[in-house]
């Protein structure tokens, strides 16, 4: 049975490609910047952002860009920013529904 390609994104792995949407970065580095840009509401360990990495590389959403002993750089790839601009597409048709059934009601 052929494998399903990937065609959500956990929250982990949304802010994995949100931190290369605009420069390549190593892991310590998306680690970083991601427990920065959420002020430490997502934290990513070793085993999650590796697991991640890895199965973004299979899927050709991220490539590495160079490897200096064992720090490998990496760079998301055009499938990893369409998949990336999906997922913010439907994540804001989900706020919009959310903000409309729970507006409070106007009087009658």
């Known amino acids: 049975m052929a494998k399903e390609p990937l065609k959500t994104l956990t929250e ?17 580095e998306i680690a970083a910047y991601v427990r920065e840009l959420t002020a430490d509401r997502v934290t990513l360990g070793p085993g999650t952002l590796y ?33 990336f601009r999906r997922e913010l597409d439907y ?6 529904d959310g903000e409309r059934e729970t507006r ?5």
């Open 12 to 28: 982990s792995m949304f802010y994995v490609l949100l931190a290369l949407w605009r420069q390549d970065r190593c892991g310590t």
């Open 104 to 108: 409070e009601e106007e009087p009658r």
């Open 51 to 83: 697991s991640i990495l890895g199965k973004f590389e299979e899927e050709k959403l991220i490539r590495e860009t160079w490897v200096r002993g064992r720090m490998r750089v990496y760079r998301i790839t055009e499938e990893g920013r369409a998949l």
């Open 91 to 96: 994540m804001r048709l989900c706020v919009t």
